[in-house]
């Protein structure tokens, strides 16, 4: 196919999409106005299945095969940062020195950790009840466990980071979703669909069907990637050094 062609099937494909788009805004409800057809369902949705928070409701049961999609593009991004930052062959590890933390500083972090982990912790297992959920809870948690880099230095921050732990970990929770959806064409349903457990009882942790599965199975795999991400960066930063010392 030459160059002229390609650029024609371009053209008719923009033009066609264009058209579409154009079609759908149109038929958009008023900017303002009192119909709003899609939040009604999908409220409408989230309180048929016992779950309270609407958001973790279209995330994880309206539109979960989305989210494995955004899932997937995070554990993507991370397998080529490790594949990127990888130690070169001119590169070897150099221990670091003990950093020289101001005890305020160390105080502060080494408070803070504890809370900042049980929050990230409390977000990922509400997410189904009140804001947050999976992805916000992963970051928090992850990033609290980083607090001991600040507060102490990069030998105690390794102890508690096992990175090859945390990878298995991020390979183990996304494929714990995908199995969740797989399970669910076993089953005789769509991939997926919100059918596995029963939806228990409204506002509590057992509400909301295979919603907490999905959520958790989330979270605990943007908390591996976050802490993974973060090592190989650490590791470029601290450790890995050229041949010549630089």
């Not at 554990?75 to 062959?89: D, K, N, P, S």
């Not at 349903?189 to 509590?204: C, E, I, K, M, S």
């Not at 795999?221 to 090592?231: D, S």
């Amino acid at each position: 196919m030459n160059p002229r062609t390609r650029l024609r099937l371009v053209a008719v494909g923009g033009a066609g999409l264009a058209a579409l788009l154009v079609a759908a805004c149109l038929r958009l409800p008023d900017f303002g106005g009192d119909s709003h057809p899609y939040g009604d369902r999908a409220v409408r949705d989230s309180l048929a299945r016992q779950t309270a928070n609407t958001i973790a409701a279209i995330n994880f049961d309206q539109r979960a095969f989305d989210t494995m999609g955004e899932m997937t593009i995070l554990f993507a991004a991370v397998v080529g940062c490790v594949v990127l930052l990888r130690q070169a062959r001119d590169e070897h590890h150099a221990r670091p020195e003990p950093a020289d933390v101001a005890p305020t500083v160390r105080r502060y972090a080494l408070i803070v950790l504890p809370v900042a982990l049980v929050v990230g912790l409390y977000v990922i297992a509400h997410g189904q009840l009140s804001p947050g959920g999976g992805f916000q809870g992963g970051v928090v948690a992850a990033t609290a466990l980083h607090l001991l880099y600040l507060g102490a230095d990069y030998r105690a921050l390794e102890r508690v980071r096992p990175v090859g732990l945390y990878e298995v970990g991020d390979a183990v929770a996304a494929s714990a979703y995908l199995v969740t959806g797989l399970a669910a064409l076993i089953g005789g349903t769509a991939f997926l669909a919100n059918t596995l457990l029963p939806y228990g009882t409204f506002n509590t942790l057992s509400s909301g069907g295979t919603v907490p599965l999905l959520n958790a199975a989330v979270g605990m795999e943007v908390a591996c990637a976050v802490v993974v991400l973060l090592a190989r960066f650490l590791d470029q930063a601290v450790e890995i050094e050229e041949e010549s010392g630089k």
